[in-house]
């Protein structure tokens, strides 16, 4: 309600053109909270409220904005107008924006941006795709050792404004190796004569410019800082990535993961930006595969079709036993995929795993026949020998699912492949084929077909 009231207001000083009055009260709000009303409007009115805002909380804002709306602005200001947002942009914001950009575009911006900030972002776009490089930002405050604490906090003071961040400062040599590190509260209660080589912090972990960007997380996760240096192959600084960024990348690969469980090509853009044609071109290679790899379920079908017309009950039960194959499979690899993720299960935990896998299988499958069993002779009448057969394929069919979900998932990282792609669709198709295959088998071995 409260937000709604904020937009109203904002449309009625628009609309009475109340300019000078508009931009004083956009400054009461946080930048993001002024995106996401500005997100609110109409094209023609988004770009009024945006040309009214200062330079310093225009480019500010317009970070908060999603790439669409980004575009919208930037093909609608002049060169001069664009060149100074990307300049006011964080590096890495810029290198975001840019990837989006038509190339055309991007040449024109970077033809119109100062030195400096062209060569952070061509310095940033040399670096692999969802590489630590590559969503790094160059704006940080560096240190020499032999500093006093006096001279650090006077240079914090001249180049602070334009960093990412100032609570942690990176002390460098010569030759920019990274040293050490120091934190803002430290110098603020040090004496202003303490050498920075002293009571900096030496024990530094440091993020390679070519890892990739979930290990990036999996650190920040870890150690639970804030920000992280990046060096280079010779531990020399070439960057920081802040925790802002790693919010953003979590997203991204738990998003990522989702589609792939799903059996979806991952996607860059968001659901309502991907059109018609994109998201079918996404979706229909894995549905080919597993609708060609399904075929071998009705080939074993086809194959004891004779002995089904003996003992047509059997056929009622066919559905029941994929589906519960197919749902334990999927229990099992959600929850091991998850645990690769978080890096709860590395290769040499295959053992643990199965293990535990194997005992869970024998519970569930237990019940479940203990509870079909119960069902098949009091309420469906069958006989003992169909009864048997049904309940022992259950048991069977789990135990199976479940060593199958937690193996695949483990082997395809093993292997370098995505565990993800090893989810669900995947695996419930291999197990529609073997809950048919367990089934005949105790079929003919019971009941003789």
Not at 83 to 93: F, G, K, R, Y
Not at 402 to 407: D, E, P, Q, R, Y
């Amino acid at each position: 309600m409260e937000q709604i009231m904020e937009l109203e207001e904002l449309l009625k000083l628009l609309q009475s053109k109340q300019y000078t009055r508009l931009r004083q009260y956009l400054t009461e709000f946080n930048e993001a909270d002024i995106a996401a009303m500005m997100e609110e409007l109409p094209q023609e009115d988004m770009l009024k409220v945006f040309r009214i805002l200062s330079k310093d909380l225009a480019a500010d804002v317009f970070s908060y904005l999603d790439v669409e709306n980004q575009q919208l602005i930037i093909t609608s200001l002049s060169d001069k107008e664009a060149a100074t947002i990307i300049d006011n942009l964080m590096a890495d914001d810029a290198v975001d924006l840019l990837e989006e950009m038509p190339a055309n575009v991007v040449k024109k911006l970077l033809a119109n941006a100062n030195p400096e900030t062209r060569r952070d972002i061509n310095h940033l776009l040399r670096y692999p795709e969802d590489s630590a490089g590559s969503i790094m930002t160059v704006e940080y405050v560096d240190l020499k050792e032999h500093l006093t604490v006096s001279q650090a906090i006077e240079r914090i003071r001249k180049v602070g404004v334009d960093s990412e961040t100032i609570n942690i400062c990176y002390v460098l040599d010569a030759q920019r190796k990274l040293l050490g590190t120091v934190a803002l509260r430290y110098l603020l209660l040090s004496e202003d004569d303490d050498i920075i080589g002293d009571i900096m912090h030496e024990n530094v972990i440091s993020i390679n410019t070519l890892m990739d960007q979930e290990e990036v997380a999996g650190q920040f996760k870890k150690y639970d800082f804030t920000a992280m240096p990046v060096v280079d192959n010779e531990n020399r600084l070439v960057g920081i990535i802040t925790v802002d960024d790693i919010v953003d990348i979590v997203e991204e690969e738990n998003t990522e993961d989702m589609e792939k469980m799903a059996a979806i090509v991952p996607s860059d853009k968001p659901y309502m930006r991907t059109g018609v044609w994109e998201t079918f071109q996404k979706r229909i290679p894995w549905l080919l595969l597993l609708m060609v790899s399904a075929a071998f379920t009705g080939a074993i079908i086809t194959s004891f079709e004779e002995a089904l017309s003996v003992h047509a009950a059997l056929i009622a039960f066919i559905p029941m036993l994929m589906g519960t194959g197919g749902n334990a499979g999927g229990q099992a690899s959600v929850t091991v995929i998850r645990g690769l993720s978080l890096g709860e299960i590395e290769y040499r935990d295959v053992p643990k795993v199965v293990w535990k896998e194997i005992r869970v299988a024998f519970l569930c499958g237990v019940c479940l026949s203990a509870a079909n069993f119960a069902k098949l002779l009091l309420f469906d009448h069958l006989g003992l020998a169909v009864a048997m057969v049904v309940s022992l394929t259950l048991v069977a069919v789990v135990l199976v699912a479940m060593l199958v979900g937690c193996i695949l998932p483990v082997g395809a990282k093993r292997l370098g492949f995505d565990p993800a792609v090893m989810a669900s669709p995947f695996i419930t198709t291999i197990l529609d084929a073997v809950s048919l295959l367990l089934y005949f088998r105790f079929a003919s071995m019971i009941l003789g077909i």
